[in-house]
């Protein structure tokens, strides 16, 4: 399986990397914080809610985004509660 590096204290949009067709999820874009001092691996592409399951329990955070805000608004939290975790 194909992995992607998020690298430490950072903030990736995971939306081209969700199969919506297969995943089903409730939201409309994904995004990961890394808020650990390392870089972290995961695996690409998101199947289902149990593949952003795993991608949290590695420590990352992980956030629904339901399109209510824009996308960079919600890229400009997650960058202040990665940014707290210092």
């Known amino acids: 399986m194909t992995k ?8 990736m949009n995971l ?5 919506e067709r297969i995943a089903n999820l409730p939201y409309i874009d994904v995004i990961i914080g890394n808020p ?7 695996d690409a592409p998101i199947y289902s809610a149990e593949d952003l399951e795993k991608i949290k329990k590695l420590g990352l955070f992980v956030e629904g985004i339901d399109g209510k ?3 960079k608004e919600c890229l400009e ?3 202040k509660r990665v940014e707290k975790e210092k």
Do not use: F, H, Q, W
């Not at 992607?4 to 903030?11: D, F, P």
């Not at 939306?15 to 199969?19: A, E, W």
């Not at 650990?36 to 995961?42: A, C, F, H, R």
């Open 69 to 71: 805000k824009p996308l």
């Open 4 to 11: 992607l590096l998020i690298e430490a204290k950072t903030v």
């Open 15 to 19: 939306g081209g990397y969700v199969v």
């Open 36 to 42: 650990l001092n390392e870089d972290v691996k995961i």
């Open 77 to 79: 939290e997650m960058k």
